[in-house]
């Protein structure tokens, strides 16, 4: 089993920044890829991106060229920097790992850009 705790979200103008980060405990040892996915209200949770455990990474198109995602693997967190935010970039962000079962996820941290 793994669990995720996620920090980082917020309110913050459109332009503005934000970085959340994630924390993974417990069986980390089978840990490869890490991700965040958003969700908006009514709409469908959907990937942001992801970070193999060697670096190599994918976007949303969305996404590309404002968000860099990144990780430690000595601490087993995974980041997501998130410069030029939009109002369109306001969801729930997930913290999340596919697992061989289930997928682990996070909490859910709150992001919100105003206009």
């Known amino acids: 089993q793994v669990q995720l705790v996620e920090s980082g979200g917020g309110l913050v103008q459109a332009g503005g920044s934000l970085r959340l980060s994630c924390a993974a405990s417990g069986s980390t040892f089978s840990i490869n890829t890490m991700g965040w996915y958003r969700q908006a209200p009514g709409k469908q949770r959907e990937l942001v991106a992801d970070?193999?455990?060697?670096?190599?990474?994918d976007y949303a198109d969305s996404v590309k060229g404002r968000f860099t995602i990144s990780r430690d693997n000595a601490k087993n967190t995974v980041y997501l920097q998130m410069n030029s935010l939009k109002p369109e970039d306001t969801a729930v962000y997930y913290c999340?790992?596919?697992?061989?079962?289930?997928?682990?996820w996070g909490q859910g941290t709150q992001v919100s850009v105003s206009s």
């Open positions: 999340w790992i596919p697992g061989i079962g289930d997928d682990y």
């Open positions: 970070i193999s455990r060697g670096g190599d990474t």
